[in-house]
């Protein structure tokens, strides 16, 4: 009774485990990728696991990077809308890839819109908060960057590229 109890359960964790590899597997390959900066063949094992399984926020988050990173801008937001509306703590990653790829199509008012609702929503993601304080000094939004470059800070204290936009803005500021 014991045996068949066990070989029943191992026979089971198999199973789901056969399961779960594919998409791992997939997953791995196209995250290794991807961070060796081989976008093209990371999408293609990314795309693989994302047949498999469409709600995955790491998987998104990783789908709309690397469609970003190769310009494809329009469906680099696809993935991060499909990454925001999940609503989980890598949903704000979405909110970054989508406006620097708004910003890519050269769509500043929808990148600060956007950028807006992240950061309303995310207040503590210091990618959000300093990207959004370059694209508004970009814009030459002086006093909102400020903020934002600070909220970036608060956020991260070692991050020398909003301490440095930081310095930036304040001497832009004393030369109007």
Do not use: W
Not at 49 to 74: F, H, M
Not at 163 to 171: D, F
């Amino acid at each position: 009774m014991r045996i068949t109890i066990l070989s029943i359960f191992l026979t089971f964790s198999f199973v789901l485990s056969a399961q779960k590899t594919p998409f791992k597997s997939h997953f791995k390959m196209g995250k290794a990728l991807a961070d060796s900066g081989d976008y093209s063949n990371a999408k293609v094992e990314l795309l693989k696991a994302y047949s498999i399984n469409k709600k995955s926020d790491s998987l998104l988050n990783e789908l709309a990077y690397c469609y970003y990173q190769t310009n494809s801008y329009r469906t680099a937001i696809d993935y991060a809308n499909k990454l925001i509306k999940l609503k989980t703590a890598v949903s704000a990653d979405g909110y970054v890839v989508k406006c620097a790829s708004y910003e890519g199509l050269k769509k500043r008012d929808f990148a600060l819109h956007h950028y807006q609702k992240g950061v309303d929503l995310y207040p503590q993601k210091h990618e959000l908060n300093l990207n959004y304080a370059l694209a508004l000094f970009s814009a030459k939004e002086y006093s909102k960057a400020e903020y934002y470059a600070a909220q970036a800070v608060l956020t991260n204290k070692r991050n020398d590229q909003a301490h440095y936009l930081l310095y930036k803005i304040a001497v832009v500021q004393d030369n109007r």
